[in-house]
């Protein structure tokens, strides 16, 4: 009994072990976010949100973003603890975040056996940030995936017959709360659902209704504390329609698809490799309920990383914890047979795929450690209380400046109609400028007069210049004196006096 007792504390420690080797290759995986002093990529305009938040603000109301709420909660709940615009705690808590999500896939894959779970674990961990630095960021699909990696760890666990409509509350709630850090998780309740029916052990009328009511009140739970929340702020219409109305199709990026789709299967062809060897070579075999639902996963993070039709680098990062699943058992028996394993799944060489990747991040990241001449500028010619407003997509100046914005419109998309994505020449945007929007920024604007206005549309390169919308270049001019023009763009400041009364001004979108 002692000899047994040693050997389970033994085995004890080796999975401990294990678990923080694979935490501190995270670590050194994401170390360029961790040394970077500003936000990356999409964390600048999700900081934006969140700074309004904390001090005092509401989202779709004093900053307009197309992310459902809880994903800039979440920020706000970091900034705080830690204080407006801390990047380090946010990338710490990305980093803790990816722990979590770890966690749950070692659950998944260790259904097979420990090593599988862990490998799978560190493969997702290693991979996450496949590609160009902005697969770094605390983006949504990062935060949507520690949800969906529990709610199947639900959905799958236990007994068959035992709980389910437990699991079933519970994985919808899950699945509901991932809706509301970003919206495509919203299709993965369709394998969890598959999954509980399944583990009735027949597809029945019956079987249907008993899953489907539960798994409905669980995702109804999150999703009515969410509306009760914004509609004790007055915003619950505004959340709907930033969350779920203004995203359409205008176009979909075919050169995007491809050019991408072929570099995330070259970042990521370890993984890739290891998930069709484990399937071909039959590995999931003796556990075929936890593999159709996991490649059901898959499939559907497929359709969510496409449904927008732009293909950024970080949408593929919903398709990695599926992938990483599946391919966890090939690679401990790649692990614990190296012999017979190909080489490309041998740890050494997902190693070097992973030092590759980090350093070019690192060296992109460190092209960007310098602020904006513009945030520098106005930064030292303003005070702390001062409002600034940026004509363009700059949301890094008002950050890096320390300065508030002037309006909700911290990108201007809805004043111009702009199409995330490439530029699309010749495009006429006008029909989808958002109805009010130009109303809406007459309001803000005279309600709190930027000390600064920022035009960063200038130049050959720019999409909406200023010139196309007269009424606002108008007052401008009337209202503000250019005091810099540098390569990034022109600042004007405002020339009238203290306590002026300004007339509501009347702007319009451009005919």
């Known amino acids: 009994m002692k000899h047994v007792g ?88 990305a980093c803790l975040w990816t722990f979590g999500i770890m966690a749950g896939i070692y659950r998944l894959a260790g259904r097979q056996n420990r090593v599988a779970g862990v490998a799978a674990a560190l493969a997702y961990g290693l991979f996450q940030s496949w590609g160009p630095s902005t697969t770094l960021a605390f983006n949504g699909e990062m935060a949507m995936n520690l949800p969906l990696v529990w709610a199947f760890v639900v959905a799958l666990g236990g007994p068959r017959e035992r709980g389910i409509a437990r699991d079933a509350l519970l994985a919808g709630a899950l699945v509901a709360i991932a809706f509301l850090l970003k919206q495509p998780a ?180 460190a092209q960007q450690r310098a602020p904006s001449p513009l945030a520098q500028y106005i930064r030292a010619h303003s005070a702390p209380e001062d409002r600034i407003f940026v004509w363009g997509h700059g949301p890094d100046i008002y950050l890096q400046s ?31 400028i958002v109805p009010g929007a130009w109303a809406a920024l007459a309001s803000d604007l005279d309600r709190r007069p930027p000390l600064y206005i920022v035009d960063i549309e200038t130049g050959p390169a720019a999409r909406y210049p200023m010139a196309r919308f007269p009424a606002f270049r108008t007052m401008v001019l009337q209202r503000y004196r250019p005091v810099t023009t540098l390569p990034q763009g022109t600042i004007y400041r405002r020339i009238a006096r203290p306590g002026e009364h300004w007339a509501p001004m009347a702007l319009s979108p451009p005919t």
């Open 402 to 432: 320390g300065r508030r914005p002037a309006s909700r419109y911290i990108l201007t998309f809805p004043l111009t109609g702009y199409v995330f994505g490439p530029d699309l020449p010749g495009l006429d945007t006008r029909n989808r």
């Open 6 to 93: 040693n050997a389970n504390v033994a085995s004890h420690r080796r999975r401990w072990a294990l678990a923080g080797l694979a935490c501190a290759l995270v670590l050194l995986a994401r170390l360029p976010s961790l040394l970077h002093p500003w936000g990356i990529d999409d964390e600048r305009v999700y900081a934006l949100v969140a700074n309004e938040i904390v001090h005092g603000g509401i989202p779709y109301l004093d900053a307009i973003e197309r992310k459902p709420p809880l994903h800039f909660w979440t920020y706000a709940a970091v900034f705080r603890v830690a204080g407006p615009s801390n990047w380090l705690a946010l990338h710490v808590a």
């Open 186 to 365: 919203a299709i993965c309740i369709l394998p969890v659902f598959g999954c509980l029916v399944a583990r009735r052990q027949g597809v029945t009328g019956d079987a249907l209704v008993r899953v489907a009511i539960p798994l409905c009140i669980g995702a109804a739970l999150p999703l009515t504390i969410a509306a009760a929340i914004l509609h004790a702020q007055g915003v619950l219409g505004e959340a709907i329609y930033w969350t779920i109305g203004n995203h359409d199709l205008p176009h979909v990026f075919w050169t995007r698809l491809a050019l991408h789709t072929l570099a995330f299967g070259a970042a990521c062809f370890p993984v890739l490799f290891a998930a069709l060897t484990a399937i071909r070579q039959g590995l999931w075999t003796d556990d075929r309920l936890a593999y159709r639902t996991i490649a059901g996963w898959l499939a559907v993070s497929c359709i969510g990383a496409a449904a927008g039709g732009r293909f950024y680098p970080h949408y593929y990062i919903q398709m990695l914890p599926p992938l990483a699943v599946l391919a966890g058992p090939a690679f401990a028996h790649a692990w614990q047979r190296p012999a017979e394993a190909a080489w490309i799944l041998r740890p050494r060489i997902a190693a070097l795929f992973v030092i590759a990747s980090a350093m070019l991040q690192g060296a992109t990241l």
